[in-house]
């Protein structure tokens, strides 16, 4: 058995399409959506993914402010351009790139994003939203994964979703999501004792934590669908430079009914799925906007 390829670039291309014309229609109306990015310091796999969102904004008809600032920027400093951004009217989007420098409260940042231009979904008012089912926006990362399930018609109503990773980014907004389509959820940790009894156990795996092919084939229950969120450079060996998901690709795939490679799965859909947020706020923005 060999499992069939949860493919984030195909299903990626096909949600640009329609990005394309619903931008392309807004802007006809006057309302081009708009998207501010700000980088602070010089992370260089920050400047990967910054440059990559700028870039799709650029190619489908999305307007896009980018802000590089310096690693000793001050808090006060970004706080203000936040302010700015908040009242332009061209821009409908907001984004922080994380992380931040040490000396920056990263929570004090993201809270001070308007919660309609909060395209990450990270507010603590969106995040709250999503606890009762009626956010906003969705996390660009949860809501990509959620897009990639229903491209398969995965019964999730019913199935046993397990989600090792419990962050604010991934994991928790994974578990509402899942828990809002009818699944049953579990969400293990660093902390969780037997971890493989748990994710044997699932219908729908996803695993974001940032440890490299920590799943193995042995761990994933028979047909199971898996969603590898974690991406990681190897820094030794013969793969040494080469990139890799947080499950151990080549023995979980001979296990799985479904699996998402790394890269080309889950990180396509994440910066799509932050253009759809995008599209999404400036048609409520046009909408809000009086008709002269």
Not at 80 to 90: E, F, G, Q, S, V
Request: proline content about 6%; glycine content about 8%; overall charge neutral.
């Amino acid at each position: 058995m060999s499992a069939q390829l949860l493919d984030g670039r195909i299903l990626s291309t096909h949600i640009r399409k329609q990005i394309s014309q619903q931008a392309a229609t807004l802007s006809a109306q006057g309302h081009q959506p708009g998207l501010a990015v700000i980088l602070v310091g010089e992370n260089p796999a920050s400047q990967v993914y910054v440059r990559n969102k700028i870039k799709a904004c650029q190619e489908h008809g999305l307007y896009s402010v980018y802000d590089v600032y310096p690693d000793n920027f001050t808090q006060t400093d970004l706080l203000a351009r936040i302010t700015a951004l908040n009242a332009d009217p061209r821009i409908h989007g907001i984004l922080v790139q994380l992380p931040l420098p040490a000396h920056i409260d990263s929570h004090r940042v993201l809270e001070a994003i308007a919660p309609h231009k909060d395209v990450d979904g990270f507010h603590i008012a969106n995040a709250g939203a999503l606890m009762t089912g009626a956010p906003l926006f969705r996390p660009c990362t949860p809501y990509g994964c959620m897009k990639m399930l229903e491209s398969i018609d995965a019964p999730v109503r019913g199935a046993h979703a397990v989600i090792v990773g419990a962050s604010n980014i991934v994991g928790k907004p994974m578990a509402m999501l899942l828990l809002q389509a009818g699944a049953t959820i579990t969400i293990c940790n660093s902390k969780t004792r037997d971890l493989a009894s748990h994710t044997r156990s699932a219908d729908i795996l996803v695993v974001a934590t940032g440890r490299p092919r920590m799943i193995t084939g042995d761990m994933v229950k028979p047909g199971a669908i898996v969603i590898d969120v974690g991406i990681n450079r190897i820094t030794e060996g013969e793969n040494k430079g080469k990139l890799c998901g947080d499950v151990d690709f080549d023995s979980v795939r001979n296990v799985a009914g479904w699996i998402t490679p790394v890269p080309g799965g889950v990180g396509p859909m994440t910066i799509t799925m932050l253009l759809v947020n995008t599209i999404e706020a400036a048609q409520r923005a046009c909408t809000a906007t009086p008709q002269t």
